[in-house]
């Protein structure tokens, strides 16, 4: 994707983690995509959008909502692109189509205003989280998205809600160093897609890093998760900056 319109803004997010159980949050997010995010021409929303997505067949009018706030905000003119978190993997085409959205590759490269940038949701850069990369294989596989594609609406509800206290108290016993990212890794990948900046989520770290990657100066800007605010990156001409919204 190209996007070389000088004047357009674009806006990147992630780690929003939609709940039912977090009203404020919901809340916070539907007046961003009515205010804010109707400033940009493009918004980006690098994964785990939803804290947990059981599969488009979900009809809980929370879902609903939310799809219809995006779709809204698509129609008043900005695009929104997605790509998959490791929360919401599981969101498909039917789903993003209602809500107005186009999703992309887990990994990607977009250009903006002359530069080549890599977005992601940035738990594949977490390679020492050794279990939870093998979750990861194994949940992206079709025989497993299959299976629990076949179970019924209720039973995927309940499998959600016990992971997602699991995987709670789990990552609260990681140590620190498990749960960010890979230096190696990160290198790897700004070599593997010859860029010098990238975009990513999934830390709770919100931060614009400087990485040295072949002796040339690369950033690496982290962006930060909807738990005490709003939070997206402002991209334009001009530069980017990481910007917050206080909870109503
Ligand atoms: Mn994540």
Redesign the pocket.
């Known amino acids: 994707m190209t996007n070389t319109n000088e004047q357009s803004v674009t806006y990147f997010s992630a780690?929003v983690h939609l709940a039912q159980n977090r009203p404020e949050i919901t809340a916070c997010f539907l007046s961003f995509l009515r205010n804010d995010a109707r400033n940009a021409q493009t918004l980006y929303i690098l994964?785990?959008l939803f804290e947990y997505w059981i599969g488009d067949d979900d009809d809980s009018p929370f879902v609903a909502e939310i799809a219809q706030g995006l779709k809204q905000l698509s129609e008043h003119g900005t695009v929104i692109y997605f790509i998959h978190?490791?929360?919401d993997f599981l969101l498909g085409k039917k789903y993003a189509k209602k809500a107005g959205m186009t999703i992309l590759p887990e990994v990607d490269l977009i250009e903006l205003y002359g530069q080549q940038i890599i977005i992601m949701?940035?738990?594949t850069l977490c390679t020492k989280d050794v279990g939870y990369q093998k979750f990861r294989t194994k949940s992206r596989s079709w025989w497993w998205q299959a299976m629990i594609k076949s179970l019924p609406l209720f039973i995927r509800r309940k499998i959600a809600e016990d992971y997602r206290k699991q995987s709670a108290s789990a990552t609260a016993m990681k140590s620190q160093d498990i749960m960010d990212v890979t230096d190696t890794e990160v290198e790897r990948s700004f070599v593997t897609h010859n860029s010098l900046l990238m975009i990513h989520?999934?830390t709770h770290r919100p931060n614009i890093h400087h990485v040295n990657v072949n002796g040339k100066q690369a950033k690496r800007i982290v962006l930060g998760d909807w738990y005490d605010q709003g939070a997206w990156l402002k991209f334009d001409k001009d530069g980017y900056q990481l910007l917050n919204s206080p909870l109503k």
């Open positions: 780690v994964g785990d978190g490791n929360r949701h940035g738990d989520g999934h």
